[in-house]
């Protein structure tokens, strides 16, 4: 959460103009996902970008001109964190910071999970190259055996267990939350079953393929050893 998104969240010319005129300003601009942006095993980036001036970094501003001048240029007394009227809620943050510590801004780098925080559909994004940042109606998910996990949250067996254990509210849609999330028991895996779930996963390519991703329902299917009754109750249910 920045406290003031027209600030930090910019389009690509923005950002290119801020890199050339700072190019040190590229460490801190990274591309940025938000919940609407997120699909089944693909991202459907807007070419926005989030400044990451995290609390956690500890950024000296005077080293990223170009940013500095970009953020007063929308008025110092709007970005403080002061909680005065106009301005952003109270915090211990500089004004060029955005709201949150973000202290595990590291994960963004790791291989992780990016799933929206509220939705009608079961979109979870494998990010293992693209290092995005996601804003406050996404989250992110690291660990081990990531790609299998990934298959799972897509698949038919997980849409079952999604629409049976996580609240429905208003318009349809259902909350992602911890809360629900560990109720759902996940089959532990080996590696070597994790390199088929990741190299289906790497062969979609970012784009959509219902034979490949049916193959991988059958996988999760005789993994979870159903019977022939249940993956006929599962997919009459979908």
């Given at each position: 959460m920045t406290g003031y998104n027209e600030a930090f969240i910019i389009d690509e010319q923005t950002r290119n103009e801020l890199v050339e005129a700072s190019p040190k300003s590229a460490e801190i601009i990274r591309p940025i996902l938000r919940g609407r942006d997120i699909q089944k095993y693909k991202a459907d980036w807007q070419n926005l970008y989030i400044i990451g001036t995290f609390p956690s970094l500890k950024i000296d501003i005077e080293n990223?001109?170009?940013?500095?001048?970009?953020?007063l240029s929308f008025g110092y007394d709007r970005l403080k964190q002061t909680g005065e009227e106009g301005a952003r809620k109270k915090t211990?943050?500089?004004?060029?910071?955005?709201?949150?510590?973000?202290?595990?801004?590291?994960?963004?780098?790791?291989?992780?999970?990016?799933?929206?925080?509220i939705t009608k559909f079961i979109n979870f994004y494998l990010d293992t190259t693209e290092h995005y940042y996601i804003n406050n109606k996404c989250f992110i998910l690291t660990g081990v055996h990531i790609e299998y996990l990934t298959a799972f949250f897509n698949s038919k067996l997980f849409k079952f267990c999604f629409t049976e254990n996580f609240p429905e509210l208003m318009g349809g849609t259902r909350e992602l939350r911890k809360v629900?999330?560990?109720?759902?028991?996940?089959?532990?895996?080996s590696d070597d079953v994790n390199e088929i779930f990741k190299?289906?996963?790497?062969n979609l390519k970012g784009n959509s393929n219902k034979d490949l991703e049916e193959e991988i329902n059958n996988i999760i299917f005789e993994l979870y050893n159903l019977?022939?009754?249940?993956?006929?109750?599962i997919n009459n249910f979908i």
């Open positions: 990223y001109p170009s940013i500095k001048n970009h953020l211990h943050n500089e004004w060029f910071e955005i709201q949150d510590s973000i202290n595990y801004w590291e994960d963004f780098f790791r291989p992780k999970i990016i799933y929206p925080e629900f999330f560990e109720k759902i028991p996940v089959m532990k895996i190299l289906k996963i790497s019977s022939s009754d249940e993956i006929s109750i």
